[in-house]
């Protein structure tokens, strides 16, 4: 038997508003490492998108680290790492001479030449060196560019026929090289992209290509048992009856925090999990979804400032971090400084129990366009908010009234300035 842990998305590194998620982050890779020994894992996979940015800062490194070292303290056999959309390949690839002695496969990326195909081949051997129990086949994310598809001037449906058909060639020519050399072991591929139930399906773009859509299950190879796909940040599945995603094992923003996170536990060779919700695969293999515990809520709140600073007063949670809070204030028109009104109301929490404000919004009734329209003329400059300004001085420039993202980033601008002078 077996026992296969996927997981992915971690997005180490990642922020909501300059509020680090590295606690969160440290829980969940504490809670793997239990589980590892409480459950026997033999081999983790993680299916892309490690970290959050192509360059990670010094703390999410020292956390993929840190974590792999620790992992050599365990009874896995064997760790198999992918590159997502948001890695760096190079990166992620540099250290695989050190971190192959510790039986951790790293695939950072490819290119269109299939000589570099066999490093995708990995078997995971048990008691038999010559026999292994399982094949990875380790296939990262990989730019359209770099399998030779041009998209200038081309139609969609063009496009994603040629994807179609370039990673159709990379999962048979992987499962090919596998079965070569070992043909009775049952395979278990990895991938970073978007799978959707038909070829061109409109649920999420795929290589950022918004055109497209979702590539089609059918790209992988039939004699595949089990595939681990990263790049969807929620738990779904299958595509066909072998194709799922974990989702990420935190929620990276609030959208994704209505709905529950999970890693995936895979067992080949064996009967299926006692007393656990499972999914019968191929070959005999069997699935279970395994719920993450919560560490942290991400919530929103909303009413006017006064209902706000009574709710955020009355915040109680049973999660080891405190929540981060999205406040979302009524107003009549926008007022720039409220938030300091909503930070007040948290400070009788003690310092390290307090809950995070993150990104606070006003919705107002009256916009401050609206308000300025209904001026018979401009008013002396000191009577005059910064924003009345900056919409004066807008519609001067290009005689248009400024697009809603550059009025928010105006706004974000002003509340800086404010809490900067409220620190002085």
């Not at 950072?108 to 038999?128: K, Q």
């Not at 499972?278 to 070959?283: D, V």
């Not at 919705?363 to 004066?392: C, D, G, M, R, Y």
């Amino acid at each position: 038997m077996l026992r296969i842990l996927h997981t992915g998305d971690w997005h180490l590194g990642a922020q909501l508003d300059r509020v680090s998620r590295e606690q969160e982050h440290l829980f969940f890779l504490d809670w793997l490492l239990d589980y590892f020994e409480r459950e026997s894992i033999d081999v983790l996979v993680i299916a892309g998108d490690v970290f959050h940015h192509a360059q990670p800062s010094a703390e999410a490194l020292a956390l993929y680290y840190g974590f792999l070292a620790k992992l050599a303290k365990t009874r896995l056999r064997q760790i198999v790492i992918i590159g997502g959309n948001h890695d760096s390949a190079a990166r992620l690839d540099a250290p695989n001479l050190i971190l192959s002695e510790l039986n951790i496969h790293v695939v950072g990326g490819l290119t269109a030449d299939e000589r570099s195909w066999e490093r995708c081949v990995c078997p995971v051997f048990g008691e038999d060196p010559e026999t292994p129990q399982a094949v990875f086949l380790a296939v990262p994310f990989i730019h359209e560019y770099r399998l030779g598809i041009r998209t200038t001037a081309r139609s969609p449906q063009d496009i994603s026929k040629d994807m179609h058909a370039a990673f159709s060639r990379i999962y048979t020519k992987v499962s090919d090289l596998a079965r070569g050399r070992w043909p009775g072991a049952p395979l278990v591929a990895l991938g970073h992209l978007t799978c959707g139930s038909e070829l061109g399906s409109p649920e999420v773009a795929v290589h950022q290509m918004d055109s497209i859509g979702g590539l089609s299950p059918n790209i992988f190879d039939e004699r595949i048992t089990y595939v681990a796909l990263g790049h969807l940040h929620q738990m779904c599945g299958p595509r066909l009856d072998q194709t799922w995603y974990s989702g990420s094992p935190i929620p990276i923003n609030i959208t994704e925090a209505a709905t529950s996170c999970y890693v995936m536990k895979v067992v080949l060779g064996g009967p299926p999990p006692k007393n656990e919700d499972y999914s019968a695969l191929r070959h005999g293999a069997y699935l279970s979804r395994v719920k993450l515990p919560t560490w942290r809520q991400l919530m929103r709140v909303e009413g006017s400032l006064e209902a706000l600073v009574v709710a955020l007063k009355k915040l109680a949670w049973k999660e080891p971090l405190p929540p981060l809070v999205y406040p979302v204030i009524e107003v009549e028109r926008y007022q720039p400084g409220i938030e300091a009104e909503l930070h007040k109301a948290l400070k009788d929490f003690p310092a390290k129990e307090r809950p995070r404000l993150v990104r606070c919004q006003q919705n107002a009734s009256i916009s401050a366009e609206e308000a300025l329209l209904h001026k018979q003329e401009t008013p002396p400059l000191k009577e005059l908010t910064p924003e009345e300004v900056f919409l004066i001085m807008y519609h001067q420039r290009y005689q248009e009234e400024p697009r809603p993202a550059i009025l928010s980033a105006f706004r974000s601008l002003v509340d800086g300035v404010i809490r900067d002078e409220q620190h002085t």
